[in-house]
């Protein structure tokens, strides 16, 4: 479909699996500040964000954040495989 596949966002920490936090708020905290973004790859694009799986969104939250912010994205967008079910 002729888009380009890159890696333009990296972890800058080891973090705690997030399946075992099912409070919002603490999922944020533990992610606030955890990504950079290549902002050479990144300004001024269209960028279509790609996770396997969708739970709270605070992944996605945090990760488009740092894609408009950091990286000065134009416009993102965010594509999962599956959603899960929360327990709560």
């Known amino acids: 479909i002729g888009i380009p596949l890159v890696e ?6 080891d973090m705690p699996q997030l399946k075992t936090i099912f409070d919002l708020a603490e999922r944020g905290k ?3 500040g955890a990504y950079a973004v290549d902002l050479e790859i990144v300004k001024g694009r269209r960028v279509l964000l790609f996770d396997d799986l969708f739970r709270s ?3 996605m939250n945090e990760v488009s ?5 950091q ?3 134009m416009e993102v967008y965010a594509l999962t495989i599956t959603r899960t079910r929360s327990n709560r």
């Open 8 to 13: 333009a966002v990296k972890k800058t920490r």
């Open 30 to 32: 533990v992610l606030k």
């Open 57 to 59: 969104g605070a992944t």
């Open 65 to 69: 954040s740092a894609l408009r912010q």
């Open 71 to 73: 990286g000065q994205a």
